[in-house]
Every structure is written in structure tokens, then in C-alpha cells.
């Protein structure tokens, strides 16, 4: 990587200097993220799309596409930076988009460095100073809200008319993946299979009571205030976009109450489906038990960390319903 670096920044037009430094970035799963920083100060953040950089291995009986498909490739990344950009939403500069191997043996993108940190490190240390962030991140969303599509699907099948889930609802789409992470799920866990017949009622009675909708708004996937970063002119900026899709906005907003927590209400929208966000909220957690038991699978190094999410989830999944 070090030896390619300074060949990928002049390609990009940033010049040819020595990089002092290339530093793998924590948290990658399905591509490698790495700083590129060279003496004058400047650095910038180099994504690698390879399989050596992937650690998913193929969810069993899962879609090849879709929304819930793997969200993992330089044209996903390219088209819902697009998409997103054209909603009002901040996401890292691109300097260099690469498909041709040549500079490296992946496909690459350079993009910025927004180095003012995340926006869960700032709620952690200054809430105050997060309030102002928050609000412009709620208007981000509502941005999102209003950028609509009558197909669903990743932004790249949508904008290139892929026939993607013809005659699916998102609902439909949700209970089908939920199934099948609960039987990934208590094929790993044992109190998880002991309760699978009692969770896949209450998963299909849940899906029962959501009543059809036409219409499907833009959503990241899986926001959390980890995949927001702070310019420095204190504005969001949204990253992990790959995921991006058309879809029932209360699935964006499951996964924001979640991450968010006791601050999810300065980000929430009025008028989301109750029974949606009740039927994928459970099927929230169902995903974060077999999702993570399964990225352990494919070799991720960070397993404790894994473990935890996953142990967290079976709490949740197991208490009585109220």
C-alpha cells in the first residue's frame, strides 16, 4: 500500500509528495479504509474493494439483489454518493474513483478526510455542542424523506431501472430476512432456538397488522452516530453510504432510535407507521444477532466486540413482549 500511495494521490491530481503515513482506519467489514497522510499536512482516505478486505461471508439463502443484498462494491458507493449529494446530503469529497487496477489491484476511491471526529464521540463529550450538528443532520433526513421512488431496491438498481423486488413489499421483503436470520440465529444460539416458534408468530402477527403503502423514500441503512463525521465547519457528513436504498423511511428510523437512543427524538419524523416500526424493530434485532455471529464466520478481528452486539440482541429479542 505505502509503495502505491503517492502514485494514487498524483492520479488524483493532489501531487506526488512522500506519504509519511498509511494507517488502516477501525471498523471496516466489507472493504479496507485506510489514511493516507503525507508531511505537508494534507491526508486523504483511500477505500479498497477487494475479497481480501471483505470478512462477510454469503448470508444463507439471502438475496443477490435487492435492498438487504450485500452492500459492498465501487458502483454502489458511486451511486448513492450521487443520489444522496442531489438530496442536500454531506458526504466525503471524491478525488479519485478507479475501476482500472492499474494504480492498485482493487477497485479504489480517494476521497476526503473529514478529521473532526464522529458525531457519537461529540455527544459523548460535549452534548451541547452536539445540538447544532443533530439539527442539521435532522434536516439531512428529512432531505432524504422527500427524495421518493414507487420501486424499491439499492439507489443503483433504482436509478438503473433493475427489476428489484417487483410485486415485494418492503414489509414482506423484512419478514422473509427475518425468518431467515432467526433460524441463522438460533442455529448459533440455543435460548434463540428454544424461542423460535414463539418469535415467528410473533413476526408474521406483526407483519399481518401493516397495511399496504405505495412510495418508498431514501434512506443510508444503518445511521448511526459513528457513520457521522464533522467537518470543519461543523457540518455532518455522512459516511458507510454503499447501502443506500429506496425503502419504508421507518427502517432508516428503527435503526436511528436504536443507535441514537434517549437523543433519537431530535431526529425523529412525525407520522412514521407504529406497526412498522414495531415489526422492524424486532427484525432489527434479530439481524444483530445473526448478522454479527455470522461476520465472525468470515474471520473478523474484532470479536469481542462482535460477541457483544450479538449477546446484547438476545437480551432484547428474549424479553417479554410489552
Do not use: N
Not at 438498481?157 to 425468518?179: K, N, P
Amino acid at each position: 500500500m505505502t509503495e502505491r500511495a503517492p502514485g494514487i494521490l498524483r492520479a488524483a491530481g493532489l501531487g506526488g509528495g512522500p506519504v509519511t503515513d498509511v494507517t488502516r482506519l477501525r471498523g471496516g467489514s466489507k472493504k479496507g479504509v485506510y489514511r493516507l497522510s503525507r508531511g505537508d499536512g494534507f491526508s486523504a482516505v483511500l477505500y479498497v474493494w477487494s475479497t481480501a478486505e471483505d470478512y462477510w461471508p454469503a448470508e444463507p439463502g439471502g438475496d443477490e439483489t435487492g435492498p438487504f443484498a450485500h452492500a459492498s462494491g465501487i458502483g454502489l458507493f458511486e451511486a448513492s454518493a450521487r443520489h444522496l449529494q442531489r438530496a442536500g446530503v454531506r458526504v466525503p469529497r471524491t478525488y479519485l474513483l478507479d475501476r482500472s487496477r492499474a494504480l492498485y489491484p482493487a477497485d479504489i476511491v480517494l476521497a476526503e478526510d473529514v478529521r473532526g471526529g464522529t458525531l457519537e464521540e461529540l455527544l459523548e463529550a460535549d452534548p451541547r455542542a452536539a445540538e447544532p450538528v443533530m439539527e442539521r443532520l435532522g434536516d439531512m433526513l428529512a432531505a432524504m424523506w422527500r427524495q421518493r421512488s414507487d420501486r424499491i431496491g439499492k439507489v443503483a438498481e433504482v436509478a438503473s431501472a433493475a427489476s428489484v423486488a417487483v410485486g415485494l413489499s418492503c414489509e414482506r421483503i423484512v419478514l422473509d430476512r427475518a425468518l431467515r436470520q432467526l433460524a441463522g440465529a438460533g442455529d448459533r444460539v440455543p435460548s434463540v432456538a428454544a424461542a423460535r416458534p414463539r418469535l415467528e408468530d410473533r413476526l408474521r402477527a406483526l407483519a399481518a397488522a401493516v397495511t399496504p403503502r405505495a412510495g418508498y423514500s431514501l434512506i443510508h441503512g444503518e445511521l448511526g452516530p459513528d457513520h457521522v463525521f464533522i467537518d470543519d465547519q461543523g457540518q455532518p457528513v455522512v459516511i458507510d453510504i454503499e447501502g443506500a436504498m429506496y425503502f419504508d423511511v421507518e427502517w432508516e428510523h428503527v435503526f436511528l432510535r436504536l443507535r441514537f437512543g434517549d437523543r433519537y427524538g431530535r431526529l425523529a419524523l412525525s407520522g412514521l407507521d407504529q406497526r412498522r416500526m414495531d415489526l422492524y424493530g424486532l427484525a432489527l434485532d434479530l439481524s444483530l444477532i445473526e448478522g454479527p455471529l455470522r461476520l465472525l464466520d468470515g474471520g473478523f478481528p474484532d470479536r469481542d466486540f462482535m460477541l457483544s452486539i450479538a449477546g446484547w440482541a438476545v437480551e432484547r429479542v428474549l424479553a417479554p413482549a410489552g
